[in-house]
């Protein structure tokens, strides 16, 4: 089943990798060079994956993975993409909400088989319940008196 990807990175030959490689997995793609577009495009646009740099001009990835975990519409799951693989980094990126990390240069394989792992584990709760029926009125209690 394809899946709404949104990639937010501020280099475009990383914007176009992504595309390329999950566009041929038939999945639907869109970017943003930054945290502030990508932040406006999530609140207007669904998406099933976020593809997160860490190192971006003005706002941070992590910044961005803040600003989205204190929303509840902005619960998408995100996969960090940066070439910061230091360990504090990468606790500090899971610690804020992440869901993955896959450190810079990565393979069109190994891409695929991150994204397809954590689309296969999304949460089944991140879709609200169907709305309760409310009970049908009742009748109040009556007294008789002889």
């Known amino acids: ?11 475009p030959l990383i914007r176009d990798f992504v595309d390329l490689v999950l566009s041929q997995s038939g999945h639907r793609v869109s970017a943003a060079p930054n945290g502030t577009i990508g932040l406006e495009t999530l609140s207007h646009a669904r998406a ?10 003005g706002m941070s990835g992590l910044e961005v993975l ?3 975990r204190k929303h509840r519409r902005l619960r998408t ?4 993409i940066t070439a910061r693989g230091d360990i504090d980094t990468v606790k500090l990126a899971l610690n804020e909400g992440a869901n ?8 069109a394989a190994d891409l695929s088989k991150r994204v397809n792992a954590l689309l296969a584990h999304e949460p089944k709760a991140a879709t609200p319940p169907p709305a309760a029926r409310p009970a049908p009125p009742r009748q109040p209690d009556t007294f008789e008196i002889d």
């Open 48 to 57: 099933d994956l976020v593809l997160l740099d860490i190192q971006m001009p």
């Open 66 to 68: 803040r600003l989205m």
């Open 77 to 80: 799951p995100v996969m960090m």
């Open 100 to 107: 993955g990390y896959i450190v810079k240069p990565f393979t």
């Open 1 to 11: 089943m394809p899946h709404a990807v949104l990639v937010i990175d501020d280099d």
